[in-house]
């Protein structure tokens, strides 16, 4: 799961999915390349590191870095760096065998190389983001506390092909996760030749994907993912070469799509209507639901009760319209949720009917003014109170903030007889720090999911924990996301009961109150073909793309 992000990091989601469309309006003119194998995208903004153990994003490094596996088409692992794999029967041990496969200075990637990765990453003093995704493996959570080395960490060398992993219990969702960069290789030799240097720059790297990365010197807007010639599968990679450029406005964007010069790039709300009919529209949704956050340890004791109170909470969210809230206010394409997880992340093991279907519940994210105002007059009697006044926080450098709230203070004022909801947005890094101390009533607030499973998104209300800045507790709901954890960890359809229960739960009790679901629009040129986008975790495949 992604650490917390305000709502409007939407926007910063553009660096985790970096650069992956570009588009036109009406039919493109050539690209400007005299190489149809290379493809022209454009990012928001420069790449912030290539350390895999210090990433906070793999949209884009996702294909010059490999682990075990790599996802492939709806989000299912495919073959990676591991030949083959074995579990034990218990879900506890996990084998792999290496394929032959080299890194990109063409040193042999060993089972050495994996333990090394693990054990720089998890290590407290590297500070990796993501360290909280090897919960689970044995001895990471007590790694992550300081009491224990590193070096304790569940992962080992049999030989130079053969790496054993040991988990404290079984992961359900284990062999997405292995798909993920973070787990992959990292050559020791490399690190320890350039030091401090290591990741800085392009040179200082070597690669176990089908790219490598060339004229990166850390801060430019311009670098190249070129073909990685010791990759092991190099002969169904097409691309010879992928130019990267940063545009920050979608304005420029469209223009240099026009010119010939992008082969993808996403759309502004007022471009997605002008654009919409054209037969290079694509839309590609991703695993972010944008939410309200209600602090339920709020500082000032009126509001503490007044936010504590579910039947006020089910009011809120039972007075807003998502349909208008995503087609009028945002425009751009975003889905209406049907509870706290994300569409399109993950299927019953058993039925294939996807998670956001068998979450829903009546009464809890759906249109309904009457009943809305039913709720709100039965929380003002139980409070003794006739008004309220609220403060939403949110991020003023995220184009989607205001209108949002504004929508919201609104809606509220026309329901929700004296509800007064005024807005605070500030810079996303002060917004995000005020949250995390607990210094908000509500915040307008976001959350992707890191792979293809619900607990990505479930784990969050959980008790205690730190991206829980809200301080939501409910001792049910954390009995069954524990017992999907544990007890349940090894019964796929017992599992995935639990986590349907638990998110249930959660949209009746309105712990957080979803608001809508990312998509992201862009135009593409006709020729590409090929290319893999996932909703959660490493979204963009350009492994087996093609230009024409």
Known sequence: MRKFRSILLVAVLGLVVIGLAACQKSPAKKSTSSDKAVLNLSTTAPLDTIDISKATGYGQTGNVFESFYRLGKNGKPTAGLAKSSQVSKDGKTWTFTLRNAKWSNGDKITAQDFVYSWRRTVTPKTKSTYAYLFSGIKNADQIAAGKVSPSKIGIKALNNKTVQIQLDKPIAYFKVLMAYPLFGPQNQKVVDKYGKKYGTRSKYMVY???????????????????????????????????????????????????????????????????????????????????????????????????????????????????????????????????????????????????????????????????????????????????????????????????????????????????????????????????????????????????????????????????????????????SLVKRAQNQDANNPEKRWDDLVQASRLFSKDQGMTPLYQQVTSYLQKPGLKGVIHNTAGTQWNYKYATVK
């Open 208 to 478: 176990s994907g089908p790219f490598k990365i060339q004229n990166w010197n850390g801060t430019g807007n311009k670098w190249q993912f070129v073909k990685n010639n010791q990759y092991w599968d190099k002969s169904v990679v097409k691309l010879k070469k992928i130019n990267y450029t940063v545009v920050e406005s979608p304005t420029t964007g469209l223009e240099l799509y026009q010119q010939g010069k992008l082969d993808l790039t996403p759309l502004s709300n007022t471009q997605i209507k002008n654009y919409k009919n054209n037969s290079q529209f694509k839309q590609y949704p991703y695993s972010v639901v944008g939410y309200l956050k209600y602090n339920f340890k709020d500082a000032n004791p009126t509001k503490r009760k007044i936010l504590n109170n579910r039947n006020i909470r089910l009011a809120m969210s039972l007075s807003i319209n998502r349909k208008q809230l995503t087609q009028k206010v945002l425009g751009d394409g975003s889905a209406t949720p049907t509870g706290f997880v994300a569409s399109d992340l993950a299927k019953n093991p058993k039925t294939g009917e996807d998670f956001s279907k068998e979450q829903a519940v009546p009464n809890a994210v759906d249109h309904n003014e009457k009943l809305a105002r039913q709720y709100w007059k039965r929380g003002l009697k139980q409070l003794g109170i006739k008004k309220v006044n609220l403060t939403i926080l949110g991020a003023n450098d995220d184009p989607t903030t205001s209108p949002i709230s504004q929508y919201l203070k609104a809606q509220f004022a026309k329901v929700l007889p004296g509800f007064t909801l005024n807005i605070r947005n500030i810079p996303s890094k002060a917004s995000n720090e005020q949250e995390l101390k607990g210094d908000f009533d509500i915040s307008l607030s976001g959350w992707g999911a890191d792979f293809n499973d619900p607990i990505s998104f479930l784990q969050i209300p959980l008790t205690g924990t730190s991206y829980n800045s809200g301080k939501y507790s409910n001792a049910k709901f954390d």
